[in-house]
């Protein structure tokens, strides 16, 4: 990570925590002047997850039934949180939730081509 100011630790110093917790600037001006930088930089990490994500995603969407538990397994290290579990398991799709894995998926390729977008 990126430290600007060497002496103090990077949970200090990292920049969205000195926007939002460490700032003289008035709301007016956080909002103005702060909130879009910040804003980009989200999207700009949101797309790089995805696309480090997107081999899952690319298997999820071509083979629903093969692919979309062993891509959120392979996404979510094997890991689910409790609720995203218990949807799953709940879905009545009769098959595991594969169709919320699906529909999860093209949600985070829509989000990511936006940021996409957003980026360029």
């Not at 994500?53 to 409790?82: K, N, R, T």
Request: proline content about 5%; hydrophobic content about 40%.
């Amino acid at each position: 990570g990126h430290v600007i100011e060497p002496e103090k630790p990077l949970s200090v110093c990292n920049a969205m925590y000195s926007w939002v917790c460490g700032t003289s600037l008035s709301d007016a001006q956080l909002e103005h002047e702060a909130v879009p930088y910040l804003d980009a930089q989200l999207r700009s990490a949101e797309l790089f997850v995805f696309l480090k994500e997107l081999p899952s995603h690319i298997a999820i969407i071509s083979d629903p039934e093969g692919c979309a538990h062993s891509g959120w397994a392979e996404m979510y290290d094997g890991q689910f949180v409790p609720c995203l579990k218990q949807a799953l398991e709940n879905d009545d799709d009769g098959r595991g939730g594969v169709q919320t894995i699906v529909r999860c998926s093209m949600k985070a390729l829509a989000s990511a081509c936006g940021s996409s977008e957003d980026a360029v």
